[in-house]
């Protein structure tokens, strides 16, 4: 297990059950945002996400939902997703736990999901959980939305008096849309089932404060701790996979080298050929006729 430590940004390289039970005090985090492994085949850098049963990767799940229960304050709030068709044993367990206040679906449009024979999945559920119904944060202010009713068709509500318009701005639904993270998008790293800064940005807006400390078990991307940092949170993520930590490392700017090597953002196919063009250089003839384009990089002083 390694440690790496900045500003109030924590990094832990290890087991997460391992983690928890050793590293991380009981009723101390504010927030938790939870994206586990869904047992669902993929490959995370040569480890599969396929347990030998249901019931294996089930009896694991509830075994660090509940270390994450006890780490959570008594006002905290726990986000926590799965599978669409581990969901229902995910809701089952923590309903007999803590308060479920809001099942949560995340939409996408995706041009890979092209079933024939089936309803292609566009969707993962979310639950946001607390510990008490009476006593957690929601910012409900900082997470508006457009209210297309009142912004865009503006009818008047008759019921108040006097008439007046609908409201323009409202809480979300428990329908969100975010687009997935693409190959060509700014935020994208390499993993396979990197969340969007979106969704996080919402959840850490409306479930904890400035200074309040974010946890997450299965950092992958490092996401939540990269938007707890813009938002003025502190932050704790856990992630067993090296090469996940050192992108959490860039992205939290908690060191610049790991074991000697610098730590820069993977280089994409399009932006290598997007350099090597913007490299080309056209040499002319004082008349304008065209001699020859040639690489910057093989023309000698």
Known sequence: ??????????????????VLLNKIDDNSIDL??????????KN?????????????????????IDLLIKKLKTNGSLYIMTSTQFMPFFDTYIQKKIEIIS???????????????????????????????????????????????????KL???????PQQYNTEKVPGNVWEFPRVRYRMPEYENHPTQKPIALLERIIKASSNVGDVVLDPF???????????????????????????KIGLRRLSLVEKYNGEKLEKEIRTFETKRRIEQQTLTLFEPDGTQLYKTNKASISK
């Not at 008047?156 to 006097?162: E, G, S």
């Not at 938007?227 to 090469?243: F, M, P, Q, T, Y």
Request: hydrophobic residues 30%.
């Open 219 to 245: 950092s992958g991307t490092f996401t939540t701790s990269y938007v707890a940092k813009i938002l003025n949170r502190k932050s704790i993520g856990i992630e067993i996979d090296e090469e996940y930590v």
């Open 156 to 162: 008047i509500d008759y019921r108040k008096n006097p």
């Open 1 to 18: 297990m390694q440690l790496f430590e900045k500003a109030g940004h924590i990094i832990y390289n290890g087991d997460a059950k391992e």
């Open 103 to 153: 099942r949560i679906v995340w939409y996408y449009d995706s041009s890979g999901v092209q079933a024939k024979n089936y309803y292609g999945s566009m969707y993962e559920p979310i639950l946001f959980c607390v510990k008490n119904k009476n006593n957690y944060t929601f910012n409900s202010e900082d997470i508006l939305v457009e209210a297309k009713t009142g912004s865009k068709r």
């Open 32 to 41: 938790i945002f939870v994206d586990p492994p869904y047992n669902i085949g």
């Open 44 to 64: 995370f850098n040569g480890r599969k996400d396929k347990w030998a049963t249901d019931k294996k990767y089930l009896d694991w799940s509830y075994s660090w």
